[in-house]
């Protein structure tokens, strides 16, 4: 298993080095955060410098971590390659594992950075914020990971990613917009966990225990339907 997961990440670790031009997607975002805080830097409160973290944060965990998961998936199904790994031995699990580790990393990696660049103290709410970027993380891989093992082609992900990106984008600022289903359903979905910790960096999970229960629903229902999608792929 171990050997099959390990070659599996060497054959994506070559495909992304090679695609230059998603390397640079994945990076844009870190080079327009670092602008966009030098630009403002000295103006910005600690209020503000905080929100510039989650919105940082959420746009990075979309268009460095989730977008490229949909379109190299994209591209291995054009290329038949997910289909003859599959068939060749690689069990479901392995593939999605295999899928899911080098996004996790990154997330962590991004996750230390981001709070670094933008000098944002989160020591009083460490625990916090690690479950709130493994949680958010967690769900926004699995979820442009079923989109990347649905679609058949590079422009459909580019389009299917471009909306899923806008909706994450518009449930994260819910609590701006001041509209109350918009906010309810904001709090109950995957990235509830990031509007609670916008909200309140030191709330207590055991006194969210109904969101608690969402947000784990929330992770296996996506792994659930991972499963299916992959089993659907090797099909196809």
Not at 40 to 45: E, F, N, T, V
Not at 54 to 74: H, Q, Y
Not at 141 to 163: C, E, F, M, P, R
Not at 165 to 183: E, F, H, Q, R, Y
Request: charged share 10%; glycine share 4%; proline share 3%.
């Amino acid at each position: 298993m171990l050997r099959h997961i390990g070659a599996l990440l060497y054959m994506k670790f070559k495909t992304l080095s090679k695609n230059k031009s998603l390397l640079l997607q994945m990076i844009s975002p870190l080079i327009l955060m670092v602008f966009n805080y030098q630009l403002a830097g000295d103006d910005l409160s600690s209020n503000d410098k905080f929100t510039f973290l989650i919105l940082s944060l959420t746009f990075c965990l979309v268009m460095s971590i989730g977008f490229p998961i949909t379109i190299i998936l994209a591209e291995e199904h054009e290329k038949k390659i997910t289909q003859t790994l599959l068939l060749s031995g690689i069990k479901n699990s392995e593939y999605l594992i295999s899928n899911i580790i080098l996004p996790i990393i990154s997330i962590l990696c991004l996750g230390l950075i981001i709070p670094t660049i933008l000098s944002v103290n989160i020591t009083n709410y460490m625990l916090n914020y690690i479950l709130t970027l493994v949680i958010s993380g967690l769900s926004i891989t699995l979820l442009y990971l079923l989109a990347g093992l649905l679609l058949k082609t590079q422009l459909q992900a580019q389009v299917i990613g471009s909306i899923m990106m806008t909706a994450i984008v518009i449930l994260v600022l819910s609590p701006t917009i001041g509209n109350n289903i918009l906010d309810e359903l904001a709090y109950f979905s995957f990235v509830g966990v990031i509007n609670k910790f916008h909200s309140d960096p030191t709330f207590s999970f055991q006194e969210n225990f109904l969101l608690y229960i969402s947000w784990g629903t929330w992770i296996f229902f996506l792994i659930f339907l991972n499963k299916m999608a992959v089993s659907h792929r090797k099909k196809t």
